[in-house]
């Protein structure tokens, strides 16, 4: 069995940061893909931020140069800074992680989000 736990949220003024963090624990064998999704109230989950193993990042316009994805994969933690924090950023935001499992099985976890709320 494996959880993410993710950490972080809160309240901030628009103009200020935040820094999420999400760990994994559990069976884990080793961790793919990573991500950060959004989901406010009355619309879709959207992808925030993902990266791989090896580093490689992908963010959608939306936050492009406003947030910033890390992971430290000794810790089997992912890192979502966000700056310049927008009333439209406000959301419960969750965590993702494809893992293998020292099972060997492939599992696609996610946590139980976290808020944020932007003030304007």
């Known amino acids: 069995q494996v959880q993410l736990v993710e950490s972080g949220g809160g309240l901030v003024q628009a103009g200020g940061s935040l820094r999420l963090s999400c760990a994994a624990s559990g069976s884990i064998f080793s961790i793919n893909r990573m991500g950060w999704y959004r989901q406010a109230p009355g619309k879709q989950r959207e992808l925030v931020a993902s990266?791989?193993?090896?580093?490689?990042?992908n963010y959608p316009d939306s936050v492009k140069g406003r947030f910033t994805i890390s992971r430290d994969n000794a810790k089997n933690t992912v890192y979502l800074q966000m700056n310049s924090l927008k009333p439209e950023d406000t959301a419960v935001y969750l965590c993702?992680?494809?893992?293998?499992?020292?099972?060997?099985?492939?599992?696609?976890?996610w946590g139980q989000g976290t808020l944020v709320t932007v003030s304007s």
């Open positions: 993702n992680a494809e893992v293998i499992a020292t099972s060997r099985s492939t599992l696609s976890v």
């Open positions: 990266i791989t193993s090896s580093g490689r990042t």
